[in-house]
T-cell receptor, first 114, second 109 residues
Framework: EPEVTQTPSHQVTQMGQEVILRCVPISNHLYFYWYRQILGQKVEFLVSFYNNEISEKSEIFDDQFSVERPDGSNFTLKIRSTKLEDSAMYFC????????????FGDGTRLSIL | QKEVEQDPGPLSVPEGAIVSLNCTYS??????FMWYRQYSRKGPELLMY????GNKEDGRFTAQVDKSSKYISLFIRDSQPSDSATYLC?????????FGAGTTVTVRA
């Protein structure tokens, strides 16, 4: 069964450094998403992306964050200057369509900021 | 008021029991309802997806949606130790999924 793949599985970064998290969505999917889950808390929506632009973002997704689809298969989340509170699991998801199609998730990248 | 409320448990049942999980939501605009299963250190895995009130069955799993009371349920019949995981309910009306806190379930052999 096709799946969403994320790399790396664990990223350790010094506070203030830039980090890029990578995702390969399911190949025929057109909508891409990032979510995060701080330890012990709910999964929270960050951003959705379609047709090479952001379609919706949450208040968490401030100017420190950016997303990109640099080629036909990858989807990335960049955090420019990481803070301690950015430590979390980051999940990528994709769906075939915007409506009436479920989102499928990758196994996440655990980001640890020191 | 939280968008989606879910009792975090934990819930412990003997093998073979029926597991009953519930969520309530506040936004009547939500149209799509999902249950995900999450094993430790893994991503949410889609179990059930529905967009209408009523029941949807898939093997040992039954999802139930009552839009009039904004209540969604998941039932797991003949539970197995491999069903031990955290179960997340989620709702949406567009791009963004709103998740519950997740209920941790342990099925004892």
């Amino acid at each position: 069964e096709p799946e969403v793949t994320q790399t790396p599985s664990h990223q350790v970064t010094q506070m203030g450094q830039e980090v890029i998290l990578r995702c390969v969505p399911i190949s025929n999917h057109l909508y891409f998403y990032w979510y995060r889950q701080i330890l012990g808390q709910k999964v929270e929506f960050l951003v959705s992306f379609y047709n090479n632009e952001i379609s919706e973002k949450s208040e968490i997704f401030d100017d420190q964050f950016s997303v990109e689809r640099p080629d036909g298969s990858n989807f990335t989340l960049k955090i420019r200057s990481t803070k301690l509170e950015d430590s979390a699991m980051y999940f990528c998801a994709s769906s075939e369509d915007r409506y009436n199609q479920p989102q499928h998730f990758g196994d996440g990248t655990r980001l640890s900021i020191l | 008021q939280k968008e989606v409320e879910q009792d975090p448990g934990p819930l412990s049942v003997p093998e073979g029991a029926i597991v009953s999980l519930n969520c309530t939501y506040s936004n009547s605009a939500f149209q799509y309802f999902m249950w995900y299963r999450q094993y430790s250190r893994k991503g949410p895995e889609l179990l059930m997806y529905t967009y209408s009130s009523g029941n949807k069955e898939d093997g040992r799993f039954t999802a139930q949606v009552d839009k009039s009371s904004k209540y969604i349920s998941l039932f797991i019949r003949d539970s197995q130790p491999s069903d031990s995981a955290t179960y997340l309910c989620a709702t949406s009306n567009d791009y963004k999924l709103s998740f519950g806190a997740g209920t941790t379930v342990t099925v004892r052999a």
